[in-house]
C-alpha cells in the first residue's frame, strides 16, 4: 500500500489515494498505521477517494479505529494531496465527508499547495443534533459536572460534536485525566471532542484539546472552529479569530450573515512511504 504522511499544524494522518489502492478494512489498518511505535505513526487514516456528489471523497478513522465525520486540518491536507498529485488542476475543489459536502479554495505557489481555506459550512447549536443532552434550544455557557468538579460548556458541531470549556489556566491543565471524563460523559451520546480555551483577546484565542478515539493532538480543526464560534456566543471575541492550537495558528472566520464558519490554514507533506504487511 503506498501512502503519504501529512500532517496540518501536527495533527497527522497517513493518506491513502483509493483512486490507486483498495483498503479491505480500513478501521484495522488505521489502528495499525497509527502506532507510533510498531507503525508509521499518525492521529488516524484518511482515504481519498472518488465521490458521486463532489471533486473527492474524504473517508477518515481515528487512531482507534473509529470513523470520524471530519477533520479540519485532515481535510485541507486532502487538497494539497489531489493538487499537489495531480488528482486535480483546480485551485477550488468540493470534498464529500460524514459531516457534508465541504468547499475549498487552494493558494498555489511555486505548483504547490501553501494554504487553504476551508467553508466549514453552519455551525450546528441544537443539542440534538450535536448531540448533547439537554434541555433548551442551545448549550451556551452551561454547567456540567465532571469528576466531582463543574465546569461551562458550549456545545457546537461543526459535522462532529464539540464542547468548549473556558479556563483561565490551560497550559497545567491536567488533559489526560480531565479529557475522558469529558470524552465519556453521559451527557454525550457519540462521545465528544473537547476544547480547553483561554481568551487572550478580542482576535485571539489558545486552545488544547482532547480529540475521542485519539486523546490530545497538536490540532484540531473542526475545534478551533468550535472554539470560535463558541467566543462569538459567549460575547468573547469578534467574528475573526486567531485560534492559537499547540502545532501552530489557524485563523477562523464566522461570517454571521450568511451562518458560515471559514478556516484558513497550512497543509504539508511529511513524507511519502510504502506498506507492506508482515
Known amino acids: 500500500m503506498e501512502f503519504t504522511k501529512m500532517q496540518g499544524l501536527g495533527n497527522d494522518y497517513v493518506y491513502v489515494n483509493c483512486f490507486k489502492e483498495k483498503i479491505e478494512n480500513p ?11 510498531f507503525g508509521i505513526g499518525s492521529d488516524g487514516l484518511i482515504l481519498i477517494k472518488p465521490s458521486e456528489v463532489a471533486d473527492f471523497e474524504m473517508e477518515m478513522y481515528n487512531a482507534d479505529g473509529s470513523r470520524g465525520e471530519m477533520c479540519g486540518n485532515g481535510i485541507r491536507c486532502v487538497a494539497k494531496y489531489v493538487y499537489d498529485y495531480g488528482l486535480t488542476d483546480k485551485t477550488s475543489i468540493s470534498v464529500e465527508t460524514l459531516g457534508g459536502i465541504k468547499y475549498l479554495d487552494l493558494t498555489v505557489e511555486h505548483g504547490k499547495v501553501t494554504l487553504v481555506k476551508v467553508d466549514m459550512g453552519t455551525p450546528i447549536l441544537k443539542p440534538e443534533l ?13 454547567p456540567i459536572m465532571v469528576g466531582g468538579k463543574e465546569y461551562h460548556m458550549t456545545g457546537v458541531s461543526m459535522g462532529n460534536p464539540h464542547d468548549v470549556v473556558f479556563m483561565d489556566d490551560i497550559k497545567n491543565l491536567e488533559i489526560e485525566k480531565i479529557g475522558p471524563l469529558f470524552e465519556n460523559h453521559e451527557r454525550f451520546p457519540n462521545r465528544i471532542n473537547t476544547e480547553f480555551v483561554n481568551v487572550i483577546d478580542r482576535h485571539t484565542a489558545q486552545m488544547r484539546v482532547w480529540e475521542r478515539g485519539s486523546g490530545e493532538t497538536l490540532a ?3 475545534g478551533a472552529c468550535a472554539v470560535a464560534v463558541a467566543c462569538i456566543l459567549n460575547g468573547l471575541t469578534e467574528n475573526t479569530v486567531t485560534v492559537k492550537l499547540l502545532g501552530g495558528d489557524l485563523r477562523i472566520e464566522w461570517d454571521r450573515e450568511k451562518n458560515t464558519v471559514y478556516m484558513t490554514g497550512p497543509a504539508e507533506v511529511s513524507f511519502d512511504g510504502v506498506w507492506k504487511e508482515k
Do not use: L, Q, W
Request: contains cysteine; aromatic residues 0%; glycine residues 8%.
Open 27 to 37: 478501521s484495522e489498518m488505521a489502528v495499525k498505521v497509527s502506532d507510533r511505535h
Open 130 to 142: 450535536i448531540p448533547i443532552v439537554a434541555k433548551g434550544e442551545t448549550v451556551i455557557d452551561e
Open 220 to 222: 484540531c480543526g473542526t
